[in-house]
């Protein structure tokens, strides 16, 4: 959920993001952006089913980050949502309520720019999908993965994570020119020094990123960042892979570090296999895998390792 009302403030072309949650996001999770805005006709729209502004290719062509109209009436139905908005150029700020899927409003509010979102009390109108949920501070370590996940797609976007009263900050990033220096700043800043550039192409798929050195260990199973167009994914056949390249390099109790971002035509992919839209199927796994595989070896071959 965090990470579709990420999705939505930088789909409006938002410089500055802060997030702050409460019990794990289960109280409070509240999202503002200094993005485009809602203007106050269209605020009843955003919230109800399959109602996007972002249409257009057609469903296969996505080149927005959320396509599907889906977010914000869904939150609305399983939570209190409050959504405020100011459309850039408009003279005041609405704001729309819904809870129980029952909208209240819109009516005139006071924000000086963009859109702040808040969820409370989540799943309080269906409460057995509570015990879906993990723990306060299990959800809210989700919470942050998630958002420096989205970080390090986005180096140019000030993001923030803060508890509910923002008196503790969990995350921040401030906004870089060039993304290896977001990538240090998200996963520990002596990666840069001890990964490999990787910059490959076959047939239209590209990989770029940078893949860490077999002798550089700091990573755990969560070191292994993809993305598809630009979009944060956590993939079984990508990860496998991220350990075939590594295979003669690494021992096998061991996990490689990578960032790797694969762009290639939208109709080629789909990034929706999941609700929680972290998978991804390829038309051709088969073509990504060998790219992946080979890129990284012959970068490592290159470099004498
Ligand atoms: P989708 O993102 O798939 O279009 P959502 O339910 O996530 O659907 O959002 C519905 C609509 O509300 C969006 O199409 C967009 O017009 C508007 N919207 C949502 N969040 C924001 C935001 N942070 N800034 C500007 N517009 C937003
Ligand atoms: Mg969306």
Request: proline fraction near 5%; hydrophobic fraction near 45%.
């Amino acid at each position: 959920m965090v990470k579709e009302l990420i999705e939505n403030a930088l789909d409006a072309g938002a410089r500055r993001i802060e997030i702050a949650t409460a019990g794990g996001g289960k109280n409070l999770i509240r999202v503002s952006d200094d993005g485009c805005g809602i203007p106050a006709g269209e605020l009843p729209l955003a919230i109800r089913r399959h109602c996007t502004s972002k249409l257009g290719g057609g469903l296969e062509a996505i080149d927005t980050l959320g396509f599907r109209g889906e977010a914000l009436p869904s939150i609305g139905s399983v939570a209190r949502l409050s959504l405020k908005s100011r459309a850039t150029g408009a003279a005041e700020a609405h704001e729309i309520a819904v809870d129980g899927g029952r909208p209240d409003g819109p009516r005139p509010t006071a924000l000086s720019k963009g859109t702040l979102i808040e969820v409370r009390d989540l799943f309080h109108a269906v409460p057995a999908r509570l015990k879906f949920l993990k723990s306060d501070r299990a959800e809210g370590a989700a919470i942050t993965e998630i958002v420096r996940r989205i970080a390090i797609a986005f180096p140019e976007v000030r993001f923030e994570l803060a508890g509910p009263d923002r008196s503790r900050t969990v995350f921040e990033a401030v906004p870089r020119a060039d993304r290896l220096h977001r990538i240090d700043a998200v996963i520990g800043a002596e990666f840069g020094d001890n990964a490999i550039a990787i910059d490959a192409e076959r047939e239209a798929v590209r990989l770029a990123g940078f893949a860490g050195l077999p002798t550089f260990n700091r990573g755990n199973g969560l070191a292994q960042f993809f993305y598809v167009n630009g979009r944060p994914v956590r993939d079984k056949m990508l990860l496998s892979a991220l350990r075939g390249a590594y295979a003669d390099v690494l021992a096998k109790d061991r996990h490689p570090i990578a960032v790797l971002f694969l762009s290639l035509d939208p109709a080629l992919v789909d990034v929706n296999v999941h609700p929680a839209k972290a998978d991804v199927r390829f038309r051709d796994p088969g073509l990504v895998r060998g790219l992946i595989v080979g890129a990284i070896r012959q970068a490592f071959a290159e470099a004498g390792l």
